[in-house]
């Protein structure tokens, strides 16, 4: 159970491209959602929280005008990366959280997207 | 420009050998904690959890170990299999953070055959 799905695995892009990724709860349902970035060798760092029905939660530094995130589903919740540069190539990678249990509850993590701007 | 990441550290070990993965922490509020596995190309695979009003837990063939009075954390993994190699990080939620997680900066283990 709790299984997460990213689509793409991979994009190649032109600098100035909008990139949009997909992150799907397969059986369960998500009405948070977290959307990450390691660059190589890195750890991961959390980009913003996404939020069934209302807007996202950026942290500090992410501009929220630059990454799209849309929650419209218990199951889905989408990244666009906008105008997507070479300094925004990264490996991003979504993340959810069964319900219940409270606060104690793993979060399950998809394949990650590997985002490559020309 | 590509980043310049930081060189993880790594921890070889003999197949059949046991592991230990340690891991600071860094808030004192932080009620619950994970391991997790990454395996190149992938997503961090969930090990192991622990709350904060534990200091051992079990599963197969992992132990978790938690300190709180010097913030640490450790991962066993008895009988290292090759199937092991990862990176492998902690991660910690802080109490009332609306359960973002924060990650440790990870440990590379290295199975040897």
């Known amino acids: 159970g709790a299984v997460v799905s990213q689509h793409p695995s991979r994009v190649i892009c032109k600098s100035g491209t909008s990139v949009k990724i997909e992150c799907r709860s397969l059986?369960?349902?998500?009405?948070?959602m977290f959307w990450y970035r390691q660059f190589p060798k890195q750890s991961l760092m959390l980009m913003a929280t996404s939020n069934e029905g209302s807007k996202a939660t950026y942290e500090q530094g992410v501009e929220k005008d630059k990454f799209l995130i849309n929650h419209a589903s218990l199951t889905l919740s989408t990244l666009t990366v906008t105008s997507a540069h070479p300094e925004d190539s990264s490996f991003y990678i979504c993340?959810?959280?069964?319900?219940?249990?409270?606060?104690?509850?793993?979060?399950?993590f998809g394949d990650g997207t590997r985002l490559s701007i020309l | 420009g590509e980043s310049v990441g930081l060189h993880l550290p790594t921890l070889s070990v003999q197949e059949g050998d046991n592991s230990i993965i340690n891991c600071a922490y860094s808030n004192s509020a932080s009620d619950y904690f994970i391991w997790y596995k990454q395996e190149s190309g992938k997503g961090p695979q969930f090990i192991i959890d622990i709350r904060s009003n534990m200091d051992k837990r079990q599963g197969q063939r992992v132990t978790v170990l938690l300190n709180k009075t010097v913030k640490h954390l450790s991962l066993q993994i008895a009988a290292t299999q090759p199937g092991d190699s990862a990176v492998y990080f902690c991660?910690?939620?802080?109490?009332?953070?609306?359960?973002?997680?924060?990650f440790g900066s990870g440990t590379r283990l290295l199975v040897r055959p």
């Open positions: 059986d369960f349902q998500a009405t948070t």
């Open positions: 991660a910690e939620t802080p109490m009332d953070s609306s359960y973002k997680l924060i």
């Open positions: 993340s959810a959280r069964p319900p219940g249990r409270g606060s104690n509850q793993p979060q399950h």
